[in-house]
């Protein structure tokens, strides 16, 4: 862990110095993209090379390394966060995707969003039997969108081996939502 200024206040599932380590990299944005939500920006985390690191390695130490074969990303900052936990892992990646977005046979899932609806897809043969699946997001909010991430990670093959956040927004009560599925978020706010 660098050494940083730490929120003592911050929780997390890998404790307070990385959940304030994230803390510390968060801007909030009041009204984007829409009136009335406080935009979680994390930019700032991928931005610093140390911090990043750091959160990728607590990502990769709380599962350990031997426990999934493939990370999926969700589109699309989800991305940035996978290719990196994949990296430092040895796993291969995998990505969700908006409707529409990937080119050959896919599974969908569709969920109901503050207005309207969403649909995410994922190569049908993205995994072989049996494969261990780690699924990563960059914020809980809500949980419909790692709902129907994990849902499409089962009706295609994989095992979950976890689900990790940067962020989880408590008060939007996706961990609930998730009930059964482990849910590891690096800040609690
Ligand atoms: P939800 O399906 O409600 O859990 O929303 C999670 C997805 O929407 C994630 O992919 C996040 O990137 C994004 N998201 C939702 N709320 C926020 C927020 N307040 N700040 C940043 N991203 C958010």
């Excluded at 350990?64 to 430092?88: H, K, L, N, P």
């Excluded at 040895?90 to 990937?102: D, E, H, I, Y």
């Excluded at 896919?106 to 994922?122: D, F, I, K, Q, V």
């Excluded at 790692?146 to 961990?175: I, M, P």
Aim: proline share 4%; glycine share 10%.
């Amino acid at each position: 862990m660098t050494d940083r200024v730490v929120q003592a206040t911050a929780r997390g599932d890998s404790g307070p110095a990385v959940a304030g380590l994230v803390a510390s990299h968060t801007v909030d944005v009041p009204d984007f993209p829409q009136p009335g939500i406080l935009f979680k920006d994390l930019t700032p985390l991928f931005a610093d090379g140390d911090a990043f690191r750091d959160t990728v390695d607590a990502i990769v130490a709380y599962h350990g390394r031997d426990s999934f074969d493939v990370v999926v990303g969700i589109e699309a900052r989800g991305f940035v966060i996978a290719a990196a936990v994949a990296y430092a892992s040895g796993a291969g990646v995998v990505p969700v995707r908006k409707a529409g977005k990937l080119p050959r046979s896919t599974l969908s899932a569709s969920y109901e969003l503050e207005y309207g609806e969403a649909t995410l897809e994922l190569h049908a043969d993205a995994f072989t039997a049996g494969q261990r699946v780690l699924v990563v997001d960059d914020v809980l909010a809500t949980g419909g969108t790692a709902a129907a991430t994990l849902d499409l990670v089962e009706r295609a093959g994989g095992v979950l081996a976890g689900f990790s956040v940067l962020l989880e927004l408590a008060f939007l009560k996706g961990r609930q939502r998730l009930a059964s599925r482990p849910v590891h978020a690096l800040l609690t706010v």
